[in-house]
Nanobody
Framework: QVQLVESGGGLVQAGGSLRLSCAVS????????MGWHRQAPGKQRELVAS???????DYVNSVKGRFTISRDNAKNTVYLQMNSLKPEDTAIYYC???????????????WGQGTQVTVSS
């Protein structure tokens, strides 16, 4: 059983910062690419940022220069530092991870339950 637990969401004024964390626990043989996605009301879920096991990162254009994704492989945790937040960043943020639970298993995608980020103008 693999679980992803997010934390760090909340309410912040425009221009403020938040740091999201997502800890992966359970049966983990290998932990691959991890990412943060978001879904605003009435919109499709979009990939915000991703980071490979080797540390290569990718961002959606709208957050480049403001958000930073990082990971601590020793803690099986991925972070999303969000600076200069805008009202349009308001959404539920979900983390996901590619996890191989054992040597005889293939890698599968697992998701957290989501954390609300609200940016007021």
């Amino acid at each position: 059983q693999v679980q992803l637990v997010e934390s760090g969401g909340g309410l912040v004024q425009a221009g403020g910062s938040l740091r999201l964390s997502c800890a992966v626990s359970g049966s983990i043989f290998t932990l691959g690419t991890m990412g943060w996605h978001r879904q605003a009301p009435g919109k499709q879920r979009e990939l915000v940022a991703s980071i490979t096991s080797g540390g290569d990162t990718d961002y959606v254009n709208s957050v480049k220069g403001r958000f930073t994704i990082s990971r601590d492989n020793a803690k099986n945790t991925v972070y999303l530092q969000m600076n200069s937040l805008k009202p349009e960043d308001t959404a539920i943020y979900y983390c996901n991870a590619a996890v191989r639970p054992g040597a005889w298993y293939t890698s599968s995608e697992y998701w957290g339950q989501g954390t609300q980020v609200t940016v007021s103008s």
